[in-house]
């Protein structure tokens, strides 16, 4: 049984740092390339990383580069997001994902908030 599980997510003021982690179990976790999306109030789920199986390469939705870092350690089956200089407008609900074959798999999300 495939399972994500996100963590590290909470309130913190602008200008602050988060990392947020993805525990995984149920499949080859070092044969897949991970992603985190997100998903704010009334808005669309959108991507935020990607990084490729052995974490060679990495992908970052628009304007998130330079504040973002995605990582994994296949040692622990978790994927990383390192959030730094976070703005009010990053409030969102992260979720991790993979997908292999035909369909793709989803953590239940955390919260951050970034609010002064």
């Known amino acids: 049984q495939v399972q994500l599980v996100e963590s590290g997510g909470g309130l913190v003021q602008p200008g602050g740092s988060l990392r947020l982690s993805c525990a995984t179990s149920?499949?080859?976790?070092?044969?897949?390339?991970m992603s985190w999306y997100r998903q704010a109030p009334g808005k669309e789920r959108e991507l935020v990383a990607t990084?490729?199986?052995?974490?060679?390469?990495?992908n970052y939705g628009d304007s998130l580069k330079g504040r973002f870092t995605i990582s994994r350690d296949n040692a622990k089956n978790t994927v990383y997001l390192q959030m730094n200089s976070l703005e009010p407008e990053d409030t969102a609900v992260y979720y991790c994902?993979?997908?292999?074959?035909?369909?793709?798999?989803w953590g239940q999300g955390t919260q951050v908030t970034v609010s002064s």
């Open positions: 994902s993979t997908r292999f074959g035909i369909r793709n798999y």
């Open positions: 990084i490729s199986s052995v974490g060679g390469s990495t």
């Open positions: 149920g499949f080859t976790f070092s044969r897949y390339a």
